[in-house]
C-alpha cells in the first residue's frame, strides 16, 4: 500500500515562508502528476498546484508568483515553497500522488498538515 507523509506545516506570521515535503513510499509503479491541495474550514478542497512528470507546472491564481511546487523523482518526493503567506493561505494541506500502471491510474493522498498563517 502505497503511503504518503507529509511534513513541513506549522504557524508562521504574514509575509513569512514554509516549505512543505510529501514523501511517497512503496511506489512499484511510475508515479505521474503530484500536487497539493488545501481545504480551510467550511470550504471545499481546492488544488493549490500541480506538477506532471514532465516538470510542467500549474497553479491557482491565488498563489501564483508566491508559491513553487517542485519534485525529486529519485526520492519520490514533492515540495511547496510558500512564500510571502497570507492569513487566507490558513488551510489543511495535503498531497496528492497519482499512481501510473499500464493504462490506470490510481490516487492516493496524505493525511494532511496544517499551516496556520496568523500574527
Known amino acids: 500500500q502505497v503511503q504518503l507523509v507529509e511534513s513541513g506545516g506549522g504557524l508562521v506570521q504574514p509575509g513569512g515562508s514554509l516549505r512543505l515535503s510529501c514523501a511517497a513510499s512503496?511506489?512499484?509503479?511510475?508515479?505521474?502528476?503530484m500536487g497539493w491541495y488545501r481545504q480551510a474550514p467550511g470550504k471545499e478542497r481546492e488544488l493549490v498546484a500541480g506538477i506532471a512528470s514532465s516538470g510542467r507546472t500549474n497553479y491557482a491564481d491565488s498563489v501564483k508568483g508566491r508559491f513553487t511546487i517542485s519534485r525529486d523523482n529519485a526520492k519520490n518526493t514533492v515540495y511547496l515553497q510558500m512564500n510571502s503567506l497570507k492569513p487566507e493561505d490558513t488551510a489543511v494541506y495535503h498531497c496528492k500522488v497519482v499512481v501510473v500502471v499500464t493504462i490506470d491510474t490510481y490516487e492516493y493522498w496524505g493525511q494532511g498538515t496544517q499551516v496556520t498563517v496568523s500574527s
Open positions: 512503496r511506489i512499484m509503479f511510475s508515479i505521474g502528476t
